[in-house]
Nanobody, 120 residues
Framework: VQLVDSGGGSVQAGGSLRLSCAASRFTYCMAWFRRAPGKEREGVATIYSHGSTTYADSVKGRFTISQDKAKNTLYLQMASLKPEDTAMYYC??????????????????WGQGTQVTVSS
């Protein structure tokens, strides 16, 4: 499975961005992770093929994960962005079941990352 991330950029605090991730084929579960400078990679949001979603507490109410199954494309709509959201964002995918939402080892495929920078 090939994943291509896009949509990152620089915005001011309070702004919005939408990230996209194009997958080469259907996957069972897809997710967004991020890694801020000097920090570990962390889960942001996940979505299963049947539509169930999970969000990190830090983004609940501000970020929305969605998918277009016809296009095999994953999205992350980010609103009310904060400087602490600054990070490299990666999409990830799993083609098998039993995925633990934010467990890195459960995702076998990763995008190249797209940078999001939020200024105060």
């Amino acid at each position: 499975v090939q994943l291509v991330d896009s949509g990152g950029g620089s915005v001011q605090a309070g702004g919005s961005l939408r990230l996209s991730c194009a997958a080469s084929r259907f996957t069972y579960c897809m997710a967004w992770f991020r890694r801020a400078p000097g920090k570990e990679r962390e889960g942001v949001a996940t979505i299963y093929s049947h539509g169930s979603t999970t969000y990190a507490d830090s983004v609940k109410g501000r970020f929305t994960i969605s998918q277009d199954k016809a296009k095999n494309t994953l999205y992350l709509q980010m609103a009310s962005l904060k400087p602490e959201d600054t990070a490299m964002y990666y999409c990830a995918a799993s083609v098998w079941g039993g995925v633990r939402p934010f467990n890195l080892d459960d995702y076998g495929y990763w995008g190249q990352g797209t940078q999001v920078t939020v200024s105060s």
